[in-house]
């Protein structure tokens, strides 16, 4: 039935096409009439379709099944064990570190504190020396204005010699101090000698150390107080100076009070492993 269908509508379209092409073939013109031609016949063939081919169904892919993912087994007592372990050997390895840390730490503020001591006791040191300088100073200017004030009493009182009282007051003066002198060094060199001889001196002392040391003495020679002043950067032998020092049950002093006071209420000196020898 299709492929009369076809046919029939092929006829029709031939038809269709003869009779458009004799509507363009006219020209205008005056209608002549028509001649009658014998129309042509038309040829028709019978053109049979192929049926379309079936196309093969699509090929199905294979399912890839996944794999079943195995739950994940707990760690055995010893793989917990051992984590364990080495999570506390971490932890150590730690605290281990953070202590030493903290100890270097601690060392250099200690060290920082005894260079700090260190120069706060030569500070002090180079203090008290320019006090006693000063001191001097001021006892010698005091000693001449106290001769001038004598000899200006002198003078006020009429003294015809002068002159020569002055002269005998500064003999007076400089024998006073020649005096004072001797006494110093003989007073000096005895408690030098007293503390010496009670003094160990520690294997670690060096030759080129130097203690400086201030006592305070009561007018029968009894110590009252010891002070290093000067230390020589070795603690150990700083505290061997001071107990050396202490060991003295009474050191030698002048009896004379102004002497004293003026020399040996509080005295100042130095001590070196070197010069020990000296007093031995």
Not at 134 to 153: C, D, N, P, V
Not at 206 to 223: A, C, F, Q, T, Y
Request: no cysteine; glycine share 2%.
């Amino acid at each position: 039935m299709l492929r009369y269908t076809l046919a029939i509508f092929l006829a029709l379209a031939i038809h269709v096409a003869a009779g458009v092409a004799l509507v363009w073939s006219w020209d205008g013109e005056p209608e002549k009439p028509a001649e009658f031609k014998i129309p042509q016949h038309v040829k028709a063939e019978l053109v049979i379709l192929k049926k379309p081919e079936k196309q093969p169904p699509p090929k199905k892919q294979p399912v890839v099944k996944k794999p079943k993912q195995e739950k994940p087994k707990p760690p055995s007592k010893a793989e917990a064990e051992k984590k364990q372990k080495e999570k506390d050997r971490q932890a150590a390895i730690a605290k281990k570190k953070a202590e030493e840390a903290a100890e270097k730490k601690r060392q250099q503020e200690i060290a920082a504190r005894q260079k700090e001591q260190e120069l706060e006791k030569q500070r002090e040191l180079e203090r008290q020396q320019e006090l006693e300088q000063k001191r001097i100073e001021q006892e010698e200017l005091a000693r001449r204005e106290e001769l001038i004030s004598s000899f200006e009493e002198d003078l006020a009182l009429g003294l015809e010699d002068e002159d020569q009282k002055y002269k005998e007051a500064e003999e007076l003066a400089r024998q006073q101090l020649e005096k004072e002198v001797q006494i110093r060094a003989t007073y000096d060199q005895a408690i030098y000698g007293q503390v010496y001889d009670q003094w160990k001196v520690p294997l670690t002392a060096r030759d080129d150390m130097l203690i400086g040391v201030r006592l305070h003495l009561l007018p029968n020679g009894e110590l009252k107080d010891v002070h290093i002043f000067q230390s020589s950067g070795d603690p150990v032998v700083d505290r061997s100076v001071e107990r050396a020092v202490r060991k003295v049950k009474r050191f030698n002093v002048p009896d004379d009070s102004t002497i004293f006071e003026k020399y040996y209420r509080t005295l100042e000196f130095g001590l070196a492993p070197e010069t020990k020898e000296l007093f031995e």
